[in-house]
């Protein structure tokens, strides 16, 4: 170990055309250590770590391992170097096996001379890798193309600890891991740590961070603004340092009163996900929904919306019984749903800002048979400048946007539809602080017009913040309804997951 750091990135700056993306960004980093990169979508982050597995070329500066200076020339020569990457978007072939991705150039082979893949040993080393690393459960004989996206990101793990990296970039990891397989990679983390691997970890998940990493980095605007041990800082320190605002200002106040019921679900249930679910919602008012994975949120999400039937109960919208027969009656009726998954049931992500954002109000963009390309744009344009959608200009593709701005594009798309109840799934998830401060304006906002809000979230300081009322959901169950002031983050667990609260030392 030198003084500079076993990796040392120095004075490190990348351009995008007319984007400045890294401006002379220096690091270091130790092996052994779980180093941290954080920052607002935009701050540079995920472009510092494609440089250093490779992916890209710096424009300047310099880049040292073990104190000598390396050139990144591609992944594949960054992976002779020790370095090893997990990004957010996955590098497996679909059509092949679970194996042959986690093994692939490096299957072992049988015969006089080499020429047959050995089948039965590379599914038995693949299971042992696997296995090794904790992650049990899986067929190495099913085509990855089949798995669900958390386990082809077990997948992508594996792949990149196959030959045991010195330096491992993880880039997001946990956005689509279940709790109990994240357990599974922070048990990973701290033996890789403690075999001499420099975990570098990026994450929008604030909590994440402060569980597991050593030191943390912050990025803003392309710039270092820092780096600090864990234990120097707290969550608003760190705030304030990625996005100059503090904690207290992310959850903006509300100046209206709660209105008429708009929503109303009686006795609801869908065989399978959930039961005798019941609840309402106001106008001006946000309803909060919290329960663990499989708790049948988003199933009663899909059932208000049309996109499921429930097999009893019944919805009232106003007062007056509905039932939508499928997602386009929830539409014309004033409900909008914000899925989980944006980039699969949200968006197309091959099409531009103005055709996303047009997806559901085509007919009202139309003379007759034909699109009014005028209106269109000049009804994208207003919705953009008012989500604030950081873009050059609506033509540009989606794909191209960063997470927060592609959501920001999905609740434009609604807005234009003349919303009652906004029935919004993890509206945040995968958004930097940032972006979900913007989000939370948004949705003050629409809420101060007066539109109802069902507010469905694992992340319990956002339920807790940005709720009136809380249900609390638990193995297809509605199981509490907490007021804003009576819920805590001690409360919503025990309720989620049916612990009994402790009684004080002495009671009874």
């Known amino acids: 170990m030198n003084a500079d750091g076993f990796l040392l990135m120095e004075g490190i700056h990348k351009k995008f055309g007319g984007t400045h993306a ?28 494609n440089i250093v597995s490779g992916a890209l070329r710096p424009d300047a500066g310099s880049i040292f391992i073990d104190s000598k200076p390396v050139e990144m020339s591609s992944p594949h020569h960054a992976a002779l170097l020790g370095v090893r990457a997990v990004h957010q978007d996955f590098s497996l072939v679909p059509h092949l096996t679970i194996a042959e991705n986690i093994l692939m150039g490096k299957m072992p082979t ?43 990101q077990v997948v992508e793990i594996a792949k990149a600890l196959a030959e045991k ?90 100046t209206v009163s709660r209105g008429a019921e708009i929503l109303t679900v009686e006795g609801l249930s869908r065989s399978g996900e959930f039961r005798d679910v019941s609840f ?29 039937a429930p097999i009893s109960g019944r919805i009232l919208l106003e007062g007056r019984r509905f039932q939508a027969r499928s997602p386009q009656d929830a539409v014309s009726a004033g ?16 099409c531009s800002i103005r055709d996303n954002v047009s997806l559901a109000t085509l007919r009202r963009m139309s003379r007759g048979p034909f699109l009014d390309r005028r209106r269109q744009n000049t009804l994208v344009r207003e919705k953009v400048q008012e989500l604030a959608i950081r873009s050059s200009h609506i033509g540009m593709l989606v794909k191209t946007l960063s997470g927060g701005n592609q959501q920001k594009v999905v609740l434009a798309k609604w807005l234009l539809t003349r919303t009652r109840v ?22 003050t906002r629409l809420v101060e017009a007066g539109i ?57």
């Open 22 to 49: 890294l401006k002379g960004v220096t690091m270091s980093a130790e092996p052994g250590e779980v180093h941290a990169v954080v920052g607002e979508n935009g701050a540079g982050k995920s472009t510092l770590m």
């Open 110 to 152: 049988h015969g006089r001379r080499g020429l047959w893949v050995d089948w039965a040993e590379t599914n038995r080393r693949a299971h042992a890798l696997l296995s090794g690393l904790g992650f049990t459960g899986l067929d190495t004989r099913a085509r990855v193309s089949r798995l669900s996206v958390s386990h082809q």
């Open 165 to 254: 990296p010195r330096i491992l970039i993880l880039d997001e990891p946990s956005a689509v891991l279940s709790k109990e397989e994240l357990a599974v990679l922070f048990a990973l983390i701290i033996r890789l740590k403690r075999e001499g691997t420099l975990v570098l970890y990026i994450s929008h998940r604030l909590e994440e961070v402060f569980e597991i990493a050593d030191r943390i980095t912050v990025l803003r605007d392309g710039e270092l603004v820092g780096t600090v041990r864990r234990e120097e800082v707290d969550q608003d320190d760190l705030i304030r340092m990625m996005v100059g605002r503090s904690v207290e200002e992310i959850y903006p106040p509300r």
């Open 280 to 308: 309402s919602v106001h106008a001006a008012e946000v309803v909060g929904m919290f329960g663990l994975v499989g708790s049948g949120r988003t199933a009663v999400a899909r059932c208000i919306f049309g996109a499921d």
């Open 335 to 350: 409900i909008a749903f914000v899925t989980e998954d944006r980039k699969r049931d949200g968006l197309v992500m091959s």
């Open 422 to 443: 906004l029935l919004l799934d993890e509206p945040t998830r995968g958004v930097d602080i940032g972006a979900k401060v913007e989000i939370y304006l948004i949705i």
């Open 452 to 508: 109802g809000v069902l507010l469905i979230s694992s992340e319990m300081t956002e339920v807790l913040g940005m709720s009136d009322r809380i249900l609390v959901m638990r193995e297809g169950r509605q199981v509490a309804e907490l007021a804003r002031a009576e819920a805590t983050e001690e409360k919503l667990l025990q309720h989620a997951a049916g612990v009994r609260e402790v009684a004080p030392a002495g009671s009874g």
